[in-house]
């Protein structure tokens, strides 16, 4: 399915963008939405990596990748996602390691003030947490993780991506080819 707006977490461009003979990152993200976001806190979490930075920078520039940052937002919208943020740090952070999960807090918080309604992440617990603080009926968010691309693949959702392209998107992000080939596309679903 194509998106208007998404935005993104490190996790999900970590594991498309691990490779340099093959750049799903590149690939995939103009295929799922016109516009993609990037918190500047995801943005700084992801520049350990040369293939996923060449990556993105490539998509910035095209400008199918937008960095974004809560100092871009109004008054009003800072203050939707300063609510949002002490939502979600409440159930999300960890006083002990205040770094971990803040990208993800921060791009939530984001989605919500902006009304994105797509979250790709390939965290596995992340849409019950989201369902419980954020999702109303109203502007709800939704995770989009690498089985739903791998899915979305076989379902015909992406004419110029096929089984091999999805069994090399969930090779590259570190998952099991004995899972891919047995569960999610075996090969008689071709």
Same mark, same amino acid.
């Given at each position: /399915?194509?998106? #208007?707006? %998404?935005i993104?977490d490190a996790d999900l461009c970590? *594991?498309?963008? !691990?490779?340099a &003979?093959y @750049?799903y990152?590149? %690939?995939v993200?103009?295929?799922?939405a016109?516009?993609?976001y990037?918190h500047?806190?995801?943005y700084?979490e %992801?520049? /350990?990596s040369a293939?996923?930075?060449?990556q ?6 095209e +400008?199918i990748?937008?960095?974004v940052d809560?100092d !871009?937002?109004d008054?009003a919208?800072s203050?939707?996602?300063t609510?949002?943020w002490?939502l979600l740090a409440k $159930? /999300? /952070?960890?006083p002990? *390691?205040p770094? *971990?999960?803040r ?6 918080s ?7 309604p797509?979250?790709?992440? !390939?965290?596995?617990?992340?849409? @019950?947490? %989201?369902d419980a603080?954020?999702?109303? #009926?109203?502007?709800d ?7 739903d691309?791998?899915?979305q693949i076989?379902?015909?959702?992406f @004419?110029?991506l +096929? $089984?091999?392209?999805?069994k ?6 570190g998952? &099991?080819k004995?899972h891919f !080939?047995?569960d999610v596309? @075996?090969?008689?679903d &071709?």
């Amino acid at each position: /399915m194509h998106y #208007g707006e %998404i935005i993104v977490d490190a996790d999900l461009c970590n *594991k498309l963008g !691990d490779s340099a &003979k093959y @750049p799903y990152l590149r %690939i995939v993200f103009p295929l799922l939405a016109d516009t993609v976001y990037i918190h500047r806190l995801v943005y700084d979490e %992801i520049m /350990m990596s040369a293939q996923v930075k060449e990556q993105i920078h490539d998509l910035i520039s095209e +400008g199918i990748i937008q960095i974004v940052d809560d100092d !871009d937002l109004d008054t009003a919208e800072s203050m939707v996602y300063t609510s949002t943020w002490e939502l979600l740090a409440k $159930r /999300m /952070m960890n006083p002990d *390691k205040p770094r *971990k999960n803040r990208g993800e807090v921060a791009s939530l918080s984001l989605a919500k003030t902006r009304s994105i309604p797509i979250f790709a992440t !390939d965290e596995m617990n992340l849409q @019950p947490i %989201i369902d419980a603080v954020l999702n109303t #009926g109203m502007n709800d968010i939704h995770c989009l993780r690498i089985i739903d691309l791998v899915k979305q693949i076989k379902a015909g959702d992406f @004419p110029s991506l +096929g $089984r091999r392209d999805a069994k090399l998107i969930w090779l590259i992000a570190g998952k &099991k080819k004995e899972h891919f !080939d047995q569960d999610v596309w @075996p090969l008689e679903d &071709k």
